[in-house]
């Protein structure tokens, strides 16, 4: 989950950062609370710049408010950087934090978590994907009957049930009080008086258009800004002083700031509409210089564009970024049709995020991998453009292809496999020349395969890479096949081929000079393979030495996989604090990296641990909360013998001491607990205690002997577990 402060995370209460300054609107504020309890569906509508946005936001934040305590709140999903209505759902999904590793559709994800919550979903700025869009709030309304939806755009949804909250403009004083407001911010106080009242009459009370002309103060006088705006209205109205259309005078005051703005200014402005969502100064440098605007100049003219108000700075984990309203957006989006120039921005925009992915890429095996997931996190907007563009231009597939299998490392490691999937297929569906970057798309599609737990897909992708690899001598594609389908045999319990194919794939590696984080996560399934075998000293070996490894180039995300076979070793060698401590690390890197698979595999073993330890119901309550994490991995412990034999003792050694129905029990509470609250909990970070059982009124009930095998016990394969 993401903090209360970004969009479209679960808030709590508190109003976002960018709504601190947030003016007037007391009537709308108290109306449309009021809307919201009255119908499921309430979409507020009005021209742009009008402050549907930011009403609607303080809206939720303040419903949420009065909801339960722990409840989910109010989760907001920004629509405005979607483009294609095939990936509205995952982009919900994405903005609500939510992760799911499975081959469902995101919409099957939806509907899970939310299912019987109390929760206010606000869907901003969906009205060019209203069919879509409103499809699935029909669905999403008739299906979790708690479930309200605050949508936002310029049209409605016309959906049944369907309340109207149509959004005016400013009223002449709170018109008045945020242009003195936004003047004050700019360091030029101005009075309330009649060449003020005047402007803000002139631009009909549009907070956008009020806002644009404040940021023209350092310049202008009140006088000087509304003789200028006069004179172009006079110009659109025939001389007369005739009012126009609203949208027509939030078009005319963007035209007039425009106009306003120096050469570079409007070159510049123009050329950030290519950005998707929010941008930062090095994209900007890059993509947006040259011809007619030296690199050097970019920083003074964006900061002249962020003193008009055309363009905004927010602070993010990433660091600054610089974003643009859409209806300012797609105003230079015309004018840079215009110029001619569109075609070259957006190649431009694609190499500059083609070679943003490459370098994560790199730097996903050093101290910086935290940075790049943030990083990659920030910038899937606009990386994900750049896909569209290289899957919907002749002679770009290749570079999409490269682009879907560089992102390996975020579509795995952190937590979006579904997405990558999907651009993965798209990108292979097309012909493309380069073999490599194929290559390339088929292993990554292969590995994101076994991780949903879809083995036909995954074998036949990894078949094709490997086939062709040998075909055209890529021994790097050939290396990865063949570590990938060792995989696939290590979840399907083929453990002596798992080994084969995982050793020769290692031996590849090392001949090749092969040496990054998926090479490292070989030797830890490797390691694997001999501790199911009963080979823990080996196993050990391994992962010490991709422990040493991973701490010597700073990795942390195939190091926690190592941390997770050590732990199992500690364990087995009767160290259960050891075990503990390796897991604590283990779970802390895997939840942080939002890795779902990482993060339930370390919970299993927790509990494990923790019945060892004497506590078999909060390794029960562990089992529960580990249970509810499964369906958005696939397959429990992937139907593995091997994998699940922990699982099994554990639940063996609880229900010896609790009984079946105190199992059990304890076991349902446990999947109560949302993942936030689980991973604390087994981190023991402020977990609270919960309410005890009643005592069992008849004898204690224990699982018949022979019912369930012991984790020690032969399993189904017919060889001995290491467990």
Known sequence: MRGPHSPGSWADGDPPLELTAFVGRSAELAGLTTALGQARLVTVTGVGGVGKSRLAARVAAR????????????????????????????????????????????????LEHLAGRRALLVLDGFEHLVAACADLTAELLRKVPELRVLAVGRRPL?????????????????????????????????????????????????????????????ALSPAQLLHRLDDRFRLLTGGGRDVLPRHQTLRT??????????PAERLLWARLSVFAHSFDLEAVEYVCSGNGLAAEDVLDVLSELLAQSVVSREETPA??????????????????????DAGRLRRRHRDWYLGLATMCELDWFSPRQREVAARVEAELPNLRTALEFCLTEPEEAHLGQHLAGSLWFCWVGCGRLAEGRRWLERGLELDSEYERSRLKALWVLGYVAILQG??????????????????SADPTAVAYAEHRTGCLALVTDDMARAETLLRSALERYQEIGELNSNVLMGQVELAMTRAFQG??????????????????????????????????????????ARARELLADCLDNAHGFRDLLGTVLSIELLALVTVTQGDPVEAAVLQGAAGRMWPSVGLPLFGSAYYNAPHERCEAMAREALGDERYEEWVRRGARLDRETAVARALRKDAQPLPALPAPRGPVRHTRPGQREPAASPTRKGGETAG
Not at 536 to 558: I, S, T, Y
């Open 535 to 576: 080979d823990l000293p080996d196993a050990v070996r391994l992962c010490e030495d991709v422990r040493r490894v991973c701490e010597d180039h700073g990795e942390r995300w195939a190091r926690s996989y190592a941390l997770y076979v050590l732990a199992y070793a500690a364990w087995q060698g009767g160290d259960p």
């Open 454 to 471: 879809d083995t036909v897909p995954a074998l036949q992708a990894l078949r094709m890479c490997r086939e062709q690899a040998e075909r």
């Open 63 to 110: 419903w949420a408010s009065g909801a339960p305590a722990g409840g989910p709140g109010w989760g907001r999903v920004e629509l405005t950087a979607v483009r294609d209505p095939q990936f509205l759902e995952y982009a919900v999904v994405e903005a609500l934090g939510l992760t799911d590793h499975t081959t469902r559709l995101p919409r099957e994800t939806l």
């Open 319 to 340: 660091g600054p970024r610089y974003r643009m309203l859409d209806t300012v957006r797609a105003y230079g989006a015309e004018w840079l049709e215009a110029t001619g």
């Open 158 to 218: 016309g959906l049944a049930g369907e309340r109207l909250f149509p959004l005016a403009p400013l009223g002449e004083d709170e018109a008045v009080e945020l242009f003195t407001d936004r003047a004050r911010a700019q360091g030029v106080p101005v009075a309330d008086g009649a060449e003020v009242r005047e402007l803000c009459q002139r631009l009909e009370g549009i907070p956008l258009a009020l806002e644009l002309a404040a940021g023209r103060l350092r």
């Open 253 to 262: 005051a963007i035209g007039w700031s425009h106009e306003l703005c120096s």
